[in-house]
């Protein structure tokens, strides 16, 4: 079975469109997410370019602020607590990489954790560890949520996950050893011993370390689940996963493409977190003011 993550982002944002119609004049506007672009990466504009087009489809309004490279740390800081400030924006996007010079993570956790719709901040990682409610990481949120589509089960199942940094591999470890899935799962990383023999082990496994076709057929047992995050491009310039997906595919019960498989389901997740940021701010308040 290929777990088309195209197809299931799509039915996401149908869904939240018809929620934002329902409760847009309730709320007195729709959600509106801020997109920070910094510097003139051509990568970077296609995957903010798509991201943009995915919220005009959901019915997400978006604000676009466009930094020169030669931005200073602190300039972009201040646009950050500008945002934060302002009570028409809901979710604040910051596209990384940002340009060499400048410092990621003090940007990141500028951001305010209500409008940290990636779900990158401090406060928010700690709310994933802690597996309380709070905005989830987009790729981790969005492998949860195609799983749940597809009604693959992660109960009692053994899962590892190749890959610890703190966008995938740790918070998607975390998600599925929570109570909500209840798998047992094993974090794997570069000095994991023998890390083929862990992988014959599992019933699921999480790719995320994005080195090209790294998990071959002989690191997977027959009818493990295969969730391919890795987007590289091979030897012979194609894009491909992390996951030798050609021979890879024919052992597997379910596996993601690569393309349109997990890269979808994460814009599609920015949205549902930014579309729940509008709601617990708007809604909740005008809720509170009525009754």
Not at 72 to 91: M, S, T, V, Y
Not at 121 to 134: K, L
Not at 263 to 284: D, E, F, Y
Request: glycine share 8%.
């Amino acid at each position: 079975m290929i777990l088309d993550g195209k197809a299931t982002a799509a039915s996401i944002r149908a869904a939240l469109r018809e929620e934002i119609e329902k409760d847009r004049e309730r709320a007195g506007r729709a959600p509106c997410l801020a997109v920070i672009l910094v510097g003139d990466d051509p990568a970077s504009q296609v995957y903010v370019r798509n991201k943009e087009k995915a919220c005009a489809d959901a019915g997400i309004d978006t604000i676009s602020c466009r930094r020169p490279a030669s931005i200073a740390q602190r300039e972009l800081e201040n646009l950050i607590a500008g945002l934060n400030a302002n009570p028409a924006i809901d979710g604040i996007l910051l596209q990384l990489p940002l340009p060499e010079g400048l410092d990621a993570r003090p940007c990141i956790e500028a951001v305010s954790p209500e409008k940290d719709v990636d779900g990158l901040t401090a406060v928010n990682q700690g709310r994933v560890a802690m597996n309380v409610p709070g905005l989830r990481p987009c790729t981790p949120a969005g492998i949860l949520a195609l799983l749940d589509h597809y009604h693959i089960s992660t109960v009692g199942k053994k899962a590892v996950v190749i890959g610890r940094s703190n966008l995938v591999g740790r918070p998607v470890a975390l998600m599925l050893g929570s109570r909500d899935y209840n798998a047992t799962v094993t974090m794997c990383h570069s000095r994991t011993p023998d890390l083929a023999s862990v992988c014959r082990e599992a019933d699921i496994i999480v790719a995320a370390l994005g080195r090209p076709r790294f998990v071959t057929a002989d690191m997977v047992k027959p009818g493990a689940v295969i969730i391919d995050v890795g987007i590289n491009r091979g030897e012979d310039g194609r894009l491909c996963g992390d996951v030798d997906y050609e021979r890879v595919a024919p052992l597997a019960s379910a596996i993601t493409p690569v393309p349109g498989g997990i890269g979808p389901m994460t814009i599609s997740q920015l949205l549902v977190n930014t579309t729940r940021a509008w709601r617990r701010k708007l809604l909740t308040d005008r809720d509170e003011i009525s009754a």
